[in-house]
């Protein structure tokens, strides 16, 4: 039973891999969006933030005082936030599975970033294909 679950999630979230995304203008799919990202040097990081975010239109319509008070004790509560962070400091925010396959991502598998197009060898080796046909 146990195995059929973990399938299930991993049939899921290779799916999910599978979907396309526009990054910078360009259709592709979320697992080489993931590897740009860290052919940029970007790197994971995870963070605390605030779950919910002050409204003072909201605060200040509630009834009485202790609305107000479950509002502010609603507004200290925290949630996880991946993130890919370039070096220059701007984050991109990720789903935890989407963070944990970033930071497995090694240099050898790396999609080349070179130019626009791929070499054969390139392609041969990103696919693990024998032959290319171009």
């Known amino acids: 039973m ?6 299930a999630q991993a049939a899921r979230f290779n799916k999910h891999l ?11 799919s979320m697992d080489v969006y993931l590897h740009k990202l860290h052919a940029e040097g970007r790197k994971g990081q995870i963070k605390e933030v ?12 509630m009834g009485n005082h202790a609305e107000q ?5 609603k507004l200290k509560e925290m949630k996880t936030d991946y993130r890919a962070v370039h070096p ?3 984050f991109t925010s990720l789903t935890k599975s989407e963070y944990e396959y970033f930071c497995s991502l090694s240099e050898d598998e790396l999609i080349p970033t070179g130019g626009e197009y ?4 390139e392609l041969k080796h990103l696919f693990k294909l024998d032959k290319v046909n171009l």
């Not at 599978?18 to 592709?28: C, L, V």
């Not at 791929?118 to 060898?121: G, S």
Request: overall charge neutral.
């Open 69 to 73: 008070e479950a509002y502010k004790e």
């Open 18 to 28: 599978n979907s396309t995304i526009n990054y910078n203008g360009q259709i592709m």
């Open 88 to 90: 220059d400091g701007y």
């Open 118 to 121: 791929c070499t054969e060898e």
């Open 2 to 7: 146990r195995n059929n679950i973990q399938a």
């Open 50 to 61: 605030p779950k919910y975010f002050y409204d003072r239109v909201k605060y200040n319509r």
